[in-house]
């Protein structure tokens, strides 16, 4: 009788994987990839007086696909981000691979059309020691999944990638506003995402839907900077929250700096348009600090543009 257990399997641990995007390596360091299945509507619908309720399969969309990576070697993505941010819209093809311990492939997860729908920057801290990663969400049309693709190897460079990831850090940063020439001396900005919406249509006979990009939508930028460099900030506060300085007279230009782990270098920046101060407020203060006073401050964006000449991306 032969045995339920079946012996050659063996478990393989999830750290071993790559992500490529139009047949090339995604980046020398991918932190993490998920997602990207599909999953399909239910149709709960009562027969007639009975209890009983009849259940059936509808539509079927996919899950969207998410990945964290850092800047070194991901010159593709960037340039995706860039031309999305302009409304160049581009879709592409990838393919998610998971391989053994031994790096031999076991499922590759293939997807097709697929735009970007998120970005997502870290929060900056100039006190942080941690490397920097970018994670972004794209939306395919189509997914296919083949298990035990071939005997071949993945080609992750782990290692040595994230070796490479290094020259990006949280702490390594730079706020730019125009007429406030203090604000590089922000310690801090809070996470943000820029979004892309995507609309998906069902046609005719057809399960899966096709989708399309529609608006795209900037982030509020918070983050704090010390007492002793606000004055021109409170300034601003004073002219355009209190007093209510009409737009677009008081709105700004800026950009935030991404810096190589010595300050030498702008790695790639984002440059910000139309912006304006939302709110300025100090900082809880508490009996016997000794910490540094802050002001938090909230900036609103109309439009952002990556721009990545440091990287060679333009």
Same mark, same amino acid.
């Given at each position: 009788?032969?045995?339920?257990?079946?012996?050659?399997?063996?478990?393989?641990?999830?750290?071993?994987?790559?992500?490529?995007?139009?047949?090339?390596?995604?980046?020398?360091?991918?932190?993490?990839?998920?997602?990207?299945?599909?999953?399909?509507?239910?149709?709960?619908?009562?027969?007639?007086?009975?209890?009983?309720?009849?259940?059936?399969?509808?539509?079927?969309?996919?899950?969207?696909?998410?990945?964290?990576?850092?800047?070194?070697?991901?010159?593709?993505?960037?340039?995706?981000?860039?031309?999305?941010?302009?409304?160049?819209?581009?879709?592409?093809?990838?393919?998610?691979?998971?391989?053994?311990?031994?790096?031999?492939?076991?499922?590759?997860?293939?997807?097709?059309?697929?735009?970007?729908?998120?970005?997502?920057?870290?929060?900056?801290?100039?006190?942080?020691?941690?490397?920097?990663?970018?994670?972004? /969400?794209?939306?395919? &049309?189509?997914?296919?999944?083949? !298990?035990?693709?071939? $005997?071949?190897?993945?080609? @992750?460079? =782990?290692? %040595?990638?994230?070796?490479?990831?290094?020259?990006?850090?949280?702490?390594?940063?730079?706020?730019?506003?125009?007429?406030?020439?203090?604000?590089?001396?922000?310690?801090?900005?809070?996470?943000?995402?820029?979004?892309?919406?995507?609309?998906?249509?069902?046609?005719?006979?057809?399960?899966?839907?096709?989708?399309?990009?529609?608006?795209?939508?900037?982030?509020?930028?918070?983050?704090?900077?010390?007492?002793?460099?606000?004055?021109?900030?409170?300034?601003?506060?004073?002219?355009?929250?209190?007093?209510?300085?009409?737009?677009?007279?008081?709105?700004?230009?800026?950009?935030?700096?991404?810096?190589?782990?010595?300050?030498? /270098?702008?790695?790639? &920046?984002?440059?910000?348009?139309? !912006?304006?101060?939302? $709110?300025?407020?100090?900082? @809880?203060? =508490?009996? %016997?600090?000794?910490?540094?006073?802050?002001?938090?401050?909230?900036?609103?964006?109309?439009?952002?543009?990556?721009?990545?000449?440091?990287?060679?991306?333009?």
């Amino acid at each position: 009788m032969p045995s339920i257990w079946n012996t050659d399997k063996t478990s393989f641990t999830a750290g071993h994987f790559e992500l490529s995007i139009d047949g090339h390596p995604t980046t020398a360091y991918l932190k993490s990839v998920d997602g990207g299945y599909v999953k399909q509507a239910l149709v709960d619908e009562g027969v007639g007086g009975d209890l009983h309720r009849a259940k059936h399969a509808s539509v079927a969309e996919i899950d969207p696909i998410s990945f964290e990576f850092g800047i070194a070697g991901a010159n593709n993505v960037l340039k995706w981000i860039q031309q999305s941010w302009s409304k160049e819209w581009s879709r592409r093809n990838g393919v998610i691979t998971h391989a053994d311990f031994n790096l031999n492939k076991q499922i590759e997860h293939e997807f097709y059309e697929a735009l970007i729908t998120e970005t997502t920057f870290p929060t900056l801290d100039g006190a942080s020691k941690d490397a920097a990663y970018l994670k972004v /969400k794209v939306q395919p &049309e189509k997914v296919i999944t083949k !298990v035990n693709p071939s $005997s071949q190897k993945i080609g @992750q460079a =782990t290692g %040595n990638g994230q070796s490479k990831q290094k020259m990006w850090m949280c702490s390594g940063f730079r706020l730019n506003i125009q007429d406030i020439d203090e604000m590089k001396f922000a310690n801090k900005i809070d996470s943000f995402t820029i979004k892309q919406g995507v609309k998906k249509l069902y046609v005719g006979s057809e399960r899966y839907p096709t989708i399309e990009p529609t608006k795209i939508e900037f982030p509020h930028i918070t983050g704090t900077i010390a007492v002793s460099y606000a004055d021109k900030l409170f300034k601003w506060y004073e002219d355009y929250v209190v007093k209510g300085k009409r737009d677009p007279k008081a709105q700004r230009t800026g950009s935030i700096e991404f810096l190589s782990t010595d300050r030498s /270098k702008t790695l790639f &920046e984002i440059d910000l348009y139309e !912006v304006g101060l939302i $709110s300025l407020s100090v900082m @809880q203060s =508490t009996a %016997n600090s000794d910490q540094i006073k802050r002001v938090k401050f909230e900036l609103y964006v109309g439009r952002m543009d990556l721009d990545g000449k440091g990287l060679g991306l333009d």
